[in-house]
């Protein structure tokens, strides 16, 4: 069997230059969900020795419509790097992904440590604050198919987040409608709700996850809590918002 680092330093390699590769399970059929959870955390390396800091981490596959999306079934966990982010309302290079999608998200802003089985209170006791936010997703592999092991090597398809306004955290998440507008047409509708019944539990997943793999969210950590709705695809030129109710929106515009 290949390496997990030579398949690490591929897709990290795929990412890095934004060119498309074959899915890894095509050429390694028995990889499992924890080959690829070490593979993510081999290219991830990569990121930090270039000179990008973690920042907190998305989930992935929190909603049925995802889920549906990708064609299975299983929540999954990616890092967040500093240079992942985007300024609200500034622009995103397309030329800088493979297949860039967007999907709206709730985003929480940790004020305390948070690992291991934590229940819902303890998870938002340790909340600063709530904003809404718009994850960038990329597939590095070629025509956006993949396995779950292969979704979850290329870090779980994060590249990029935009975040709105921070609000209190006991500000209500739990059925808040979201439209997803590209160039001002609606193309999604949602609601916090489809994130595993209450965004919050995304959190509580988050905290057990992380622990797993011998980390722990910490003070200043972002934790996405994944896509509401399924994710679309972003085109030169396009301009996406996400409205969420009572949290205003969030948007960017794609350059070439």
Not at 5 to 30: C, F, K, S, W, Y
Not at 60 to 74: C, F, H, P, Y
Not at 92 to 120: C, D, M, Q, W
């Amino acid at each position: 069997m290949m390496s997990l680092q030579t398949l690490a330093d591929r897709v990290d390699t795929a990412a890095h230059t934004a060119n498309a590769i074959a899915q890894l399970t095509d050429e390694v059929p028995g990889l499992t969900v924890e080959d690829a959870y070490a593979i993510q955390a081999l290219s991830m390396k990569r990121r930090y020795a270039r000179g990008e800091a973690r920042i907190g981490v998305k989930m992935g596959l929190t909603s049925r419509a995802k889920m549906i999306q990708v064609g299975v079934d299983e929540v999954i966990w990616g890092r967040l790097t500093d240079g992942m982010r985007l300024e609200e309302g500034a622009t995103l290079s397309r030329a800088n992904y493979v297949h860039p999608r967007a999907e709206p998200e709730i985003a929480f802003l940790l004020k305390a440590p948070l690992a291991g089985e934590v229940t819902a209170a303890e998870a938002m006791a340790a909340v600063e604050a709530i904003a809404p936010a718009i994850e960038i997703i990329d597939s590095r592999y070629q025509d956006f198919k993949f396995t779950l092991p292969d979704v979850v090597a290329d870090n779980s398809s994060s590249s990029g987040f935009i975040l709105g306004t921070w609000f209190a955290p006991d500000t209500p998440i739990d059925n808040l409608g979201i439209l997803l507008e590209a160039d001002g047409r609606a193309v999604q509708v949602g609601s916090t709700a489809a994130i595993l019944g209450h965004p919050v539990r995304s959190l509580v997943a988050a905290a057990r996850m992380v622990a797993r793999a011998g980390e722990a969210l910490k003070p200043g950590d972002i934790i996405l809590a994944g896509g509401a709705t399924a994710a679309h695809p972003l085109s030169v030129g396009m301009h996406m918002r996400a409205v969420f109710q009572n949290l205003g929106s969030v948007g960017i515009t794609v350059t070439e």
